[in-house]
């Protein structure tokens, strides 16, 4: 299936209107929200640690809605000192939870690029096809004495 595509100028302003585009774009799909939440945090780190930020930048989304999973892209416009990774922040840390929550959120993250610009693909599987973990028994070895 061909994916929505829109751009976004990299205006923090902006991130309510991805989020009201994905919103808009997954009407009705089970995972519209988990997406929209994805989309939120991805492209707040392409405005406050890319060149995407900058007076003439953007960040750009792709979303792909097939049967079986939604597929986020976001495009950022590169240059940041580091590389997008899950950060372990302290409790009393302000920044450093958005690509953790991103993780938590999605079945599958990926990150490609550098400096010239990363895509950070967020996979969600239908929910009609989440493998779910196989339930253990209750006296299965360590669980009852």
Known sequence: MPPHRRSFPGDP??????RRWTRAMLDGHPRC???ALIVTELGTNAVVHTASGNSDGAFHVALTVSP?????EVIDSGTSETSPRVQRPTPDSTHGRGLGMVAALADRVRVQGSDPGRTITAEL???LHRQEPTPQPACA????P
């Open 141 to 144: 070895e360590g669980l009852l």
């Open 13 to 18: 302003k902006e991130l309510y209107a991805a």
């Open 125 to 127: 599987d239908a929910p």
């Open 68 to 72: 079986l999973a939604v597929v986020i």
């Open 33 to 35: 929200e988990d997406a």
